[in-house]
């Protein structure tokens, strides 16, 4: 039956599919559900991709980077950060290490305290980025060799707060796929609801075209058919219109990085595209199954 | 073409039919006769497949019931044409294309369909009723629109459950007229029906065996008919 279901569109014949009669607000609500599940399913997979991008490149560049802060007496500050950056060099693991302009503090500080902030005046302590190689430096020698040179360094590996963040990311690209299963799920039981309601009101349809000799195949064909268009056309507008919603979202990338980050990037775009045909799939799996279960009842 | 060998049926409780031999012979014309439910309806339906005996062997065309799939089943239908009292149509589609339907599901359907399917209904006389849609019939023109799709596919065997039961008696003539000639052109004729004046009167135009249920056996009904 499946096989003969199949046949049904690559065929083109119409004749199969005119025998069931039209059925104006079920075909329409089946097409409302279909296009409000795609919509769900693209925001859901959105919501996956981008929690997975942001795990990575927390993940990786926050790994590959760690800051050295240095809080000296005031008259100590371009001395320690001398002998700081001399002692990064001679560590193993450590690619660069660069002290931070005066412009570059300011601009890390400028969203906290505005834009006017006399920094010469103020205590503000010295920060170097250190970008690692390899296998990384080990942190707790660096901080012990720091800890006898450079009394007023404080050494941040990032690993304190980046592993929840990495974890939450995590988490929320597994909701996100619990999401489009659920999705799909419900997709197939709202198919399925459908075809059995259609299916119990076609009874007399069935057993005049049994009667006149048309096989399983042939009748499944033309519900399967059905619903599977229905299911596709619903799906592709509502994938559609959740993909526009998606590009409409503002893009301000350095502000506001998650939220913002919620669209596809680059061959990710395949996905919006395969969610029509997967629910297409979908409906087509849950009529076949739905027809064959009726089918079987009768002779 | 259909046998019925020692053939029983059962619905759940008592046994409704049972011992029961038939053989239906091409080009033959059968009633069927016997009170309101002694299993006249029920002896048709096992002669295409829509049931299957609970004891004995029923064989469409040399094939045991028992042995056939469904889509077995559904392609014997195509040689069998069953015409029922209360006759079912698909609502939606016109006459016409109601009794082009067989072709429709058989996947048939060539050059000369629109020729053949006119002469149908022309010679069921439904020709000017071609596209109303069934509700739109009166009883007569449904017997009569239910016959021509039963013939459409050029079936070997017909079977009539009460084809008369809903028409008048002027009405019961033209339809009897109509499956006499199509014994003539050799199809095997099977009806049910408990109308003996319809038996009377097609004994005078054709040769008709008259079987008669009664107590669960298939007899042979006497010359008094």
Same mark, same amino acid.
């Given at each position: ?299 | ?71 077995? %089943? ?7 044409? =069953?015409?029922?009292?209360?006759? &079912?149509? +698909?609502?939606? /589609?016109? !006459? ?61 065997? %017909? ?7 809903? =028409?008048?008696?002027?009405?019961? &003539?033209? +339809?009897?007229? /109509?499956? !006499? ?45």
């Amino acid at each position: 039956m499946i096989r003969d279901s199949l046949g049904a569109f690559t065929g083109s014949d119409t004749g199969a599919d005119r025998v069931v009669p039209p059925t104006g607000f079920t075909a329409s609500l089946t097409l409302f559900a279909a296009g409000a599940m795609a919509f769900l399913a693209v925001f859901a997979l959105a919501l996956s991709l981008a929690a997975g991008r942001l795990a990575t490149s927390w993940g990786e560049e926050l790994a590959r980077a760690s800051t050295l802060r240095i809080s000296a007496p005031a008259g100590q500050q371009a001395q320690q950060t001398d002998a700081a950056l001399r002692l990064l060099q001679q560590t193993p693991g450590v690619a660069s290490a660069r002290a931070l302009s005066e412009e570059e503090q300011q601009a890390l500080l400028e969203p906290w305290f505005g834009p006017d902030l006399p920094l010469a005046d103020l205590p503000v302590p010295q920060l170097i980025e250190i970008i690692e190689q390899g296998e990384g430096f080990d942190p707790a020698g660096l901080r012990l060799r720091l800890q006898a040179e450079v009394p007023g360094a404080v050494l941040d590996d990032h690993t304190r707060w980046r592993r929840p963040l990495v974890a939450a990311a995590g988490k929320l690209r597994l909701l996100g796929a619990v999401s489009i299963l659920l999705i799909a799920g419900a997709v197939a039981a709202m198919v399925t609801l459908a075809a059995n309601a259609a299916l119990a009101a076609n009874a007399q349809v069935i057993a005049v075209l049994r009667l006149v000799g048309a096989t399983d195949g042939l009748i499944a064909r033309a519900f399967v058919r059905r619903f599977t268009l229905r299911a596709l056309g619903g799906a592709a507008l509502g994938a559609a219109a959740g993909s526009g919603a998606l590009l409409l979202l503002p893009s301000a990338e350095e502000t506001a990085g998650f939220l913002t980050g919620l669209a596809f990037v680059g061959w990710h775009w395949v996905f919006p595209l395969l969610v029509p045909l997967l629910t297409a799939a979908v409906a087509f799996a849950a009529t076949a199954i739905a027809a064959r279960r009726v089918l079987g009842d009768l002779r | 073409m259909i046998e019925l060998d020692n053939v029983a049926y059962s619905y759940g409780g008592g046994e409704l039919l049972s011992g029961l031999t038939l053989r239906l012979a091409p080009g033959s014309f059968h009633f069927l006769t016997g009170p309101s439910g002694a299993g006249k309806t029920t002896l048709l339906k096992l002669c295409y497949g829509a049931l299957v005996p609970t004891a004995g062997h029923a064989r469409l065309f040399g094939e045991d019931v028992r042995r056939m799939d469904r889509d077995a %089943i559904a392609l014997s239908r195509r040689r069998i044409g =069953v015409v029922h009292q209360d006759c &079912q149509f +698909l609502d939606h /589609l016109s !006459v016409a294309e109601n009794v082009a339907l067989p072709l429709t599901v058989a996947g048939e359907g060539g050059g000369d369909l629109e020729q053949n399917l006119l002469e149908l209904m022309t010679w069921v006389g439904l020709k000017s009723r071609a596209d109303a849609l069934p509700p739109e019939l009166s009883g007569g023109e449904r017997q009569r629109a239910a016959l021509a799709r039963a013939v459409i596919m050029s079936p070997e065997v %017909i079977l009539a459950d009460e084809p008369t039961g809903n =028409v008048d008696w002027e009405m019961s &003539q033209r +339809l009897l007229r /109509l499956l !006499v000639e199509l014994n003539r052109m050799g199809k095997t004729i099977l009806i049910a029906t408990h109308d003996l004046g319809l038996i009377r009167s097609a004994k005078t135009q054709v040769q008709a065996r008259v079987l008669r249920i009664s107590n669960r056996k298939l007899q042979a009904a006497g010359a008094d008919l």
